[in-house]
């Protein structure tokens, strides 16, 4: 079989996985901040906090369920049973973090901290193990791009399926009540991510082993990951890169509804029609690497956005039509490092093999997970603290002139100094198209080599045996 190139049905089914990951977790990502605030009743810090202390948590759990994956052994291997087994409780417990209880406002706070929580645990628990599978479908770094395409494509339709749904389905179910139209529609989407998992698993092949297989203690592990200097300087990649897109998505139902004063099907149109940039953004990345460097689009596409985004707080609100079309612009823009970012973890955990002679792919991508949570958890405790400094109040009919211009700062220039940061970061990675084509050509040496050398032994022993016949 070849351990390079890939099928259409299994890249497909590679992103059916995320798809079904960001059908669910992408109704976090766009409305969790307005959800708890508006619907669930909470005040915006102490959402800040709710979305910050879960983080500490996951410093234990991440590395954890890393561990957990490299050590899997299944006919199945070691990151695809996982898909299987957790798909379901992180579907269920979806549903339960957007019920809204009749209870006191304590009893409802304790039950929002357990139910993010738990809904967190079962996040770490699919999609480490799906990250690292990334990482052992091919080697081919080009593939490895592709896969992320249409991963990232697959994304953006799962995300414009919710984003165009979900608040029509809140009306719907709900009528009046949206606590129970949030629950119901959540219950909807929550079943199709379930089925989207489930293709993933039926779809795709784990084919890259490590080039010499290590059977370290986790203590080992831990430490040897650090080694890598690449894989530290990922993490503060991924912790960076996420922080500027949340911020300005949670901030979106914020600024349509305050600032530019639009109606709840507006902004189903207006979200939607920013996924569909960020489609377009996710085939552009391999268009685009086709021709240059991974490493240098990533960071002038950071650029961009850092001007683009920071020139949006000069538009008028009223100015619709601008406003909506230089919104779908910034999406394209936004969305092409994704894929590229993905790919580059990956690229990381192969230097990372090539340095140190260990392939630690879920420990590695645990990291990466851990601070991607960080980086969301960050964002959105951003906006809570912020909105609430401004005076945000979710209760009156009309919010004060603080209140707006700090939505309008959340929507455009902390996010745009968000990606001048990010763009700096990406000048710290070392792992360009020609160290990857080295290592590649190392790696490969090294299996063939231990290959042989297994073969060697194998053989040994029998020509013993012949040779005391004699």
Request: net charge positive.
């Amino acid at each position: 079989m070849d351990n390079s190139k890939l099928s259409v049905k299994e890249k497909i089914g590679y992103g059916m996985g995320d798809a079904g990951c960001n059908i669910i977790f992408g109704a976090i990502m766009l409305f969790v901040n307005y959800f708890y605030t508006d619907i669930f009743g909470l005040s915006p810090a102490l959402v800040g906090v709710l979305l910050l202390s879960v983080r500490v948590i996951d410093a234990v759990t991440d590395p954890i369920m890393g561990a957990l994956a490299d050590r899997t052994r299944s006919r199945w291997g070691r990151f695809r049973p996982w898909i299987l087994w957790v798909a379901f409780p992180f579907a269920l417990f979806s549903v339960l973090m957007f019920t809204t209880p009749q209870w006191s406002y304590s009893s409802k706070v304790v039950y929002a901290f357990v139910t993010y929580f738990l809904l967190s645990l079962t996040y770490t628990a699919i999609n480490i193990p799906y990250c690292s599978l990334g990482s052992v479908i091919t080697r081919d770094p080009g593939e490895r791009v592709a896969c992320q395409s249409y991963r990232f494509v697959l994304v953006g339709l799962a995300t414009l399926l919710l984003t165009l749904s979900l608040l029509p389905m809140v009306e719907w179910f709900g009528g009046g009540d949206k606590a129970k139209g949030y629950q119901m529609a959540m219950m909807v989407l929550a079943f199709a991510g379930m089925c989207m998992f489930l293709f993933c698993f039926a779809t795709v092949r784990e084919r890259v082993r490590p080039a010499v297989p290590s059977r370290d203690a986790l203590k080992a592990d831990l430490r040897d990951v650090w080694k890598n200097d690449q894989w530290v300087r990922i993490l503060l990649l991924t912790l960076c890169n996420v922080c500027p897109g949340f911020i300005r998505m949670a901030a979106t139902m914020y600024y349509v509804t305050w600032v530019m004063g639009q109606s709840g099907h507006f902004a189903t149109l207006f979200i939607s029609l920013g996924v569909v940039g960020m489609m377009i953004g996710s085939a552009l990345a391999k268009v685009l690497t086709d021709r240059w460097c991974k490493l240098k689009v990533f960071f002038w596409t950071n650029i961009a956005l850092a001007l683009f985004s920071c020139g949006f707080y000069f538009l008028s609100p009223h100015a619709t039509a601008l406003i909506v079309v230089m919104y779908f612009l910034l999406n394209i823009l936004h969305q092409i490092p994704s894929p590229l970012h993905w790919s580059l973890m990956a690229d990381v955990d192969d230097y990372g093999e090539w340095k140190t002679g260990k392939r630690i792919t879920g420990i590695s991508f645990s990291g990466n997970l851990f601070f991607l949570k960080v980086g969301l958890a960050v964002a959105g405790a951003m906006v809570g603290f912020l909105l609430y400094g401004y005076g945000y109040d979710a209760s009156l009919a009309q919010q004060s002139a603080s209140a707006v211009n700090g939505i309008v700062m959340l929507f455009t220039v902390i996010p745009g100094i968000g990606y001048l940061i990010t763009a700096g970061v990406v000048r710290l990675l070392k792992v360009d198209r020609n160290l990857m084509l080295q290592i590649q050509a190392d790696l490969e040496k090294r299996r063939n080599s231990y290959h042989e050398l297994n073969d060697w032994q194998a053989q040994k022993p029998a020509s013993e045996t012949v040779r005391k016949a004699l």
